[in-house]
C-alpha cells in the first residue's frame, strides 16, 4: 500500500512537535495535525502564560520589600489589561516559531481536528490522510465536575484571558494548577479563597512541603477550606454563591476549577480502531510508546504517564529514535525533577519521607530559616530545604525545597539525584556562600 506519509501526528503540543520534527529528521515524510495553534498547552495555555503571571503577582511584593532596602516607591498600581495582552504577544511570538521550526523541518501542517478512521487513515474536516504510523499527542484538558451551576465556572484554560479581574475568586482543587493559580490571583490583588476536598493540599508530595506551603498561603491572606467541596455554583447578581458539603454557602466573584485534566481522547475515533485506552480515556501503551495496534503510537498527557512537557518531548523524541532511526529507547519515568511556581515556589526530585520509608530506612536532614533577602525587607516567609537519605547506601533518595529560586536549583540538584549521588558527595562539595543552596552540602546531623 502507498500512504500520504510515513508518519500522521494528532496533536501539535511539545511531545507532537518534538516527535514530528525529529522523524522528520531522519527522512520520514510527516504531517502535524492541529485543531487549535501549534504549541499546545505548555506554550499557549499552560506553563508558559502561568509562569508569566507569577512573575506579576509577585512584582506587588517585591515592591513591599523594597522599603526595608532603603527604597521609597509610590504605591503601585496593577492593570490586568496589559498583562493579558502582554502575554498574547509573547505567546503568539512562540506559537510563530513553532510554526516555523516545523516548516523548516519539512514537516506539513494541517489544520483542524483529526480522527482515526481506520488503522492507516485519519479524517480532518471532509479530507482524509493515509500514514503508515500514526501518532496520537492530543494532550489532555482540564474538566469541570457535574454539579448544578458549572456552567457558571472557567478553568485554566479560561484564566488566562479574563474580560476583567475578579474582585474575589474561589479556585476549587488541591494541586499543583489549584495552588498555582491561588497565588498567581492573590498576588495580584484578588481576594482568593482555596477550596479542597482532601485533607491536605498537595496530594503526593512531602508532607513537609505541603505543610509548610499551606502556612505560607494562608499567611499570604489566601483563605484555604480543605475536607469540603462545592455541591452548587448559583448566579448571585455580578457573582456567585458557592454551596458547600457542609450545608455553608459563599459568595464570590468567580469559580475556577483546577481538580485535574483528563485525556482529551473523545470523538478521536480510537474505538473505531480499537486503540486500548484506560478509565480516564488515556491511551495504554508500552515502554516504547506504541498501543496495542502496532503502527499507532501515542505520547505525552494523553497517556496519563506523567503529564509534565518535558516528559512529553522525551517521549516525543524515544518514539522518533525508535520508529524511524532503529535506535529503540524507552523513557525512564522514575525520577523527575519537578517545580512548582506556588508562592513560595517547590522544587522537588526523587521521594518524598513517607514513600522512602515504605522501602528503606532513612536519615532526614531538613532545615527551615528565613532567606536572606528576607532579613532587611522584613518579609515573614521561610525557605524549606530538606534531604532525605538511605542509610545503608548513603544515597539521596529525594530532595525538597521551598523558596525563591527552587525551581532552578531543582534542576542542577536533579542531576545529582538522578546520577545516584550520595550524602558524602554532596558533603564534599564546597559552600557556595551565601546563598541558601549552600544548605544542601552542609547539613550535619539527621532530624
Not at 495582552?85 to 483529526?114: F, H, M, P, Q
Not at 455541591?231 to 459563599?250: A, F, P
Not at 470523538?267 to 496495542?292: C, F, H, M, P, W
Not at 518524598?352 to 536532614?365: G, I, L, T
Amino acid at each position: 500500500m502507498e500512504y500520504d506519509f510515513d508518519l500522521l501526528v494528532i496533536g501539535a503540543g511539545s511531545g507532537g512537535v518534538r516527535a514530528a520534527r525529529m522523524s522528520a529528521s531522519h527522512g520520514a515524510k510527516v504531517a502535524i495535525i492541529e485543531e487549535f495553534r501549534v504549541g499546545g498547552t505548555c506554550v499557549i495555555r499552560g506553563c508558559v502564560p502561568k509562569k508569566l503571571f507569577v512573575y506579576a503577582s509577585h512584582v506587588g511584593e517585591d515592591v513591599e520589600d523594597a522599603a526595608g532596602f532603603g527604597w521609597t516607591i509610590a504605591p503601585p498600581s496593577f492593570n490586568w489589561d496589559t498583562l493579558r495582552d502582554n502575554k498574547d504577544v509573547e505567546i503568539d511570538r512562540l506559537n510563530s516559531i513553532y510554526i516555523r521550526n516545523l516548516e523548516a523541518s519539512g514537516v506539513e501542517i494541517i489544520t483542524g481536528r483529526g480522527v482515526l478512521v481506520s488503522q492507516y487513515e485519519v479524517k480532518v474536516g471532509d479530507k482524509t490522510y493515509t500514514a503508515k504510523n500514526i501518532l496520537v499527542a492530543v494532550g489532555a484538558t482540564p474538566f469541570i465536575p457535574d454539579i448544578p451551576g458549572k456552567e457558571f465556572c472557567i478553568t485554566s484554560n479560561e484564566a488566562f484571558d479574563l474580560p476583567t479581574l475578579p474582585k474575589k475568586i474561589t479556585v476549587v482543587g488541591g494541586g499543583y494548577i489549584a495552588v498555582e493559580f491561588a497565588g498567581i490571583f492573590n498576588g495580584l490583588g484578588v481576594e482568593t479563597q482555596l477550596i479542597y476536598r482532601g485533607e491536605q493540599i498537595l496530594r503526593g508530595f512531602d508532607a513537609d512541603i505541603r505543610s509548610h506551603l499551606d502556612v505560607s498561603m494562608r499567611e499570604k491572606g489566601i483563605s484555604i477550606l480543605t475536607e469540603t467541596d462545592i455541591v452548587q455554583v448559583e448566579q448571585l447578581g455580578d457573582g456567585y454563591k458557592i454551596h458547600l458539603q457542609d450545608g455553608t454557602s459563599h459568595e464570590t466573584g468567580l469559580v475556577m476549577y483546577a481538580t485535574g485534566r483528563v485525556p482529551y481522547t473523545q470523538s478521536l475515533g480510537l474505538d473505531v480502531v480499537g486503540v486500548q485506552t484506560g478509565g480516564k480515556g488515556e491511551i495504554s501503551v508500552d515502554a516504547y510508546s506504541r498501543t496495542n495496534i502496532d503502527n499507532i503510537y501515542a505520547v505525552g498527557d494523553v497517556t496519563d504517564r506523567a503529564a509534565l512537557t518535558p516528559i512529553a518531548i522525551r517521549e516525543g523524541a524515544a518514539f522518533a529514535e525508535t520508529v524511524f532511526n532503529n535506535n529503540p529507547q524507552a523513557v525512564d519515568h522514575s525520577i523527575i525533577p519537578t517545580a512548582v511556581f506556588s508562592q513560595p515556589e517547590i522544587g522537588t526530585v526523587g521521594l518524598s519521607e513517607e514513600h522512602a520509608r515504605e522501602h528503606h530506612d532513612v536519615d532526614v536532614y531538613k532545615a527551615t530559616f528565613r532567606p536572606m533577602k528576607n532579613t532587611l525587607s522584613g518579609n515573614p516567609e521561610k525557605m524549606l530545604m530538606k534531604l532525605i537519605v538511605d542509610r545503608a547506601s548513603d544515597r539521596v533518595l529525594g530532595l525538597h525545597i521551598m523558596g525563591p529560586g527552587s525551581g532552578e536549583m531543582i534542576q542542577a540538584f536533579g542531576i545529582a539525584v538522578t546520577m545516584g549521588a550520595t550524602k558524602a558527595q554532596f558533603d564534599a562539595t564546597v559552600a557556595v556562600h551565601p546563598t541558601a543552596a549552600e544548605e544542601m552540602v552542609t547539613f550535619k546531623t539527621p532530624v
